[in-house]
């Protein structure tokens, strides 16, 4: 019989998973104490449960974590994880700074939207992660106890997996799981309109858009879901929300020499985002192999954040991390092979 993960389960599924089996609801919120709390490897490890009750539950179920099989460290600290899921690798990315400790990870094995800038695009669609492969990542990692921010911009589209997205983002913030801030997370969308007001409804998170380009004509060139999800109809849907307290909208950028760089670029933005509170990120483009793509100088994009912050678009250029490792923005692939 296959068991069960815990952690690919909410509260209330597992009560109602504990029922069927005879079981006190109350136990499954002392399971997730020591799931979540005591970050228990093994059900060997729960003392507050009966045998007789624990041997049920250890029949039925396992807590569902699974360790890294290989890291990679960048020379300014930037780590990468390699996981092996049951349907494939992934990639996960620990950034350190200062006192900031934030895990970018992967809600996909591979990505459908196919940008062609992107290596995990470049890679093919695998298959969705679980939300306990998701939940797993933040559990596994030699940092879990100390990281400060979660970002979803690992290998996937998060809103091309919606549900399970939603259901880690609940373990995630939810007081019986690892009762982190919704503050604390980002959740990055290439621009799939239906899930991000699905997501801005159910959740407090923020919200990053990958934008790349503020012509609809020239961003279908480089992302092909403008095909279907249009950048205009996707900023009418972020105008009819609230971002000028807690929870913070941002754009990521990325700069291609020759392709989005002008100042006729820059324009397009400022008319596009009058109206919204924002941030946008400039990102400089990270070597992907086979592909043609160069990144400015940086005082072009110097040039491109001053002019965009000169009206009133908040504007910054973002570092470039672990790109010696491959663990830069757009670099994630899932083509290692583990023994």
């Not at 919120?29 to 060997?44: A, C, G, H, P």
């Not at 979803?152 to 690892?178: C, H, Q, R």
């Not at 760089?261 to 941030?279: E, N, P, T, W």
Request: aromatic content about 8%; hydrophobic content about 35%.
């Amino acid at each position: 019989m296959s068991k069960k993960s815990i952690i690919n389960l909410s509260l209330a599924q597992l009560q109602k998973e504990f029922d069927c089996l005879g079981l006190p609801k109350y136990t499954a919120k002392q399971l997730m104490d020591w799931v979540y709390n005591k970050r228990i490897t093994s059900l060997e490890q729960v003392t507050n449960i009966s045998k007789q009750n624990l041997k049920i539950i250890e029949e039925h179920f396992d807590i569902g974590r699974y360790t890294y099989k290989l890291i990679d460290t960048s020379e300014d600290g930037t780590k990468k994880y390699l996981f092996d899921t049951q349907k494939g690798n992934i990639e996960t990315v620990m950034i350190p700074e200062d006192d900031r400790f934030t895990l970018c990870i992967s809600c996909q094995i591979g990505c459908k939207m196919n940008c062609s800038f992107c290596m995990t695009g470049k890679c093919g669609f695998s298959a969705n992660l679980s939300a306990g492969d998701i939940v797993n990542q933040v559990l596994s990692v030699d940092e879990s106890v100390i990281l400060t921010n979660i970002v979803f911009m690992g290998m996937g589209e998060p809103f091309d997996n919606l549900s399970e997205v939603l259901k880690a983002i609940e373990i995630l913030t939810s007081l019986w799981g690892l009762a982190w801030s919704p503050k604390r997370i980002t959740v990055s969308t290439s621009g799939l309109i239906k899930g991000t007001k699905e997501f801005l409804d159910k959740t407090r998170c923020h919200l990053a858009v990958s934008l790349h380009n503020p012509f609809p004509e020239e961003r279908k060139d480089i992302m092909p879901i403008e095909n279907s999800n249009s950048i205009k109809d996707l900023i009418a849907l972020l105008k009819q929300y609230d971002f000028t307290h807690q929870r913070r909208l941002s754009f990521e950028y990325i700069v291609f020499e020759g392709l989005n760089d002008s100042i006729r670029h820059a324009q397009g933005m400022v008319k596009m985002l009058k109206g919204i509170f924002c941030r946008v990120n400039l990102i400089r483009f990270h070597e992907v192999e086979g592909l043609d793509f160069k990144s400015p100088n940086m005082e072009k994009m110097q040039n491109f954040r001053d002019y965009l912050n000169k009206n009133n678009i908040i504007s910054t250029v973002r570092r470039s991390r672990g790109e010696d490792i491959a663990a830069a923005c757009g670099q994630l692939k899932n083509s290692h092979k583990t023994e």
